[in-house]
């Protein structure tokens, strides 16, 4: 809750103040800060300039008027709960920083800030003292002053005329009526009792107390509210992570339970192409759709099976000469799905070990399946 008054600006205007300058006010603020208060402005008009240059925001100001210093600390009523106690923190810092101040005085509207009652506060109270509203006797700081009588003339001697006779003269020098022409006797001042008000100064400082522990349970709740936002956050995260982990796992057990059920079932058929070659004297043979490697374009060809190699012709009625021929014969290094590389159903891609990837797909899932089948089984060595 501390604040920065670095602001050299700050203390070369209050010198000049109180080292009794024509500069007689300043007046400080946050610039839109939190915590950084430096100089608004300083002049010579006293407090009444001073007044004219407050905003409605939080404000100090320091003005000199006469011999006595007063330290103003100016919250506006349209400031937040938090910023107004903020303010009363940071006025006893500053206030510690102005020590030549004499009186505090915590104010919310100009009206407060009038020239009589912080003539008051600061003890420089012009003409008779003003009549305690709660009846108290006015306790004069002195006694009354009494004129010495004028030299008279020799008059009879009896007392009692040479009496009247001093009265009428001191009553007359001093234009005063008869009662105060006594001597004026002062009352002693009552001690304070223990039930009485509390000072202004003490009330202040119970203000800066109520002030300071108002902020810091703010800052209490604000601390308890971010940690269990924080955990709420930290759980939610981790169920994500656990939830996509999870995730992953089984799109993962699925891939490899597919990967593993295409591979037997292309094993079996790969057998029964052994079989049937064995019988027939002749590979696997069809209709297939290809895209070579570094061709943009698909050719649909009717393909033959013989050992290691794969004979592609324009169609199964003209098998004179073939237009492209694949040896495969351990040259395969993957053979996987391309359905979503390519966005075409039934397609597969056969990679080989110098860089080289072609592209197919069948009529069927059957003639895509039974494809795949023979060209592992072309794969295979001699």
């Not at 409605?56 to 007063?70: H, M, P, T």
């Amino acid at each position: 809750m501390s604040c920065d008054l670095t602001d050299p600006a700050i203390l070369e205007a209050y010198q000049a103040i109180v080292s009794g300058t024509p500069t007689n006010w300043l007046i400080l603020g946050y610039h839109d800060t939190r915590d950084k208060i430096s100089l608004y402005s300083k002049g010579t008009g006293g407090l009444e300039e001073l007044r004219a240059n407050l905003t409605e925001e939080v404000l100090y100001g320091f003005v000199r008027i006469e011999d006595r210093f007063a330290l103003l600390a100016y919250v506006s009523e349209q400031v937040s709960g938090l910023r107004r106690a903020r303010a009363l923190v940071h006025g006893k810092a500053v206030g510690a920083l102005f020590k030549n101040t004499h009186v505090q005085i915590n104010s919310s509207s100009l009206a407060e800030l009038s020239d009589d009652k912080v003539r008051n506060r600061l003890g420089l109270v012009d003409g008779p003292p003003t009549p305690d509203p709660s009846g108290s006797p006015v306790i004069p700081s002195s006694p009354v002053p009494v004129a010495a009588p004028r030299p008279m003339t020799p008059v009879s001697p009896s007392p009692p005329a040479t009496y009247n006779n001093i009265n009428t003269a001191i009553a007359t020098s001093q234009s005063v009526t008869p009662e105060v022409s006594s001597p004026v006797r002062v009352a002693s001042p009552a001690p304070p009792s223990s039930g009485g008000s509390t000072t202004p100064r003490t009330e202040r400082q119970l203000e800066i107390e109520a002030a300071e522990r108002k902020m810091r349970e703010e800052m209490d709740r604000q601390k308890k509210a971010e940690v269990l936002k924080g955990q709420k956050e930290t759980q939610e995260r981790e169920a994500r992570e656990q939830e996509v982990l999870a995730q992953k796992q089984r799109l993962e057990l699925e891939k490899q339970r597919k990967y593993e059920s295409d591979r037997v079932a292309r094993e079996a058929m790969k057998k029964q192409l052994i079989e049937m070659e064995k019988l027939r004297g002749s590979g696997l043979s069809g209709y297939i759709t290809i895209q070579s490697h570094g061709s943009p374009f698909w050719r649909r060809r009717f393909y033959v099976m013989r050992g290691q190699a794969i004979l592609f012709y324009r169609d199964e009625f003209d098998q004179k000469t073939a237009i492209s021929e694949l040896r495969l014969g351990g040259r395969v290094v993957n053979i996987e799905d391309a359905s979503v590389d390519c966005l075409i159903p039934k397609s597969f891609r056969v990679d080989l070990y110098t860089g080289e990837s072609h592209l197919f797909f069948s009529d069927t899932t059957k003639d895509k399946d039974l494809a795949i089948a023979g060209f592992m089984k072309c794969n295979e060595s001699a």
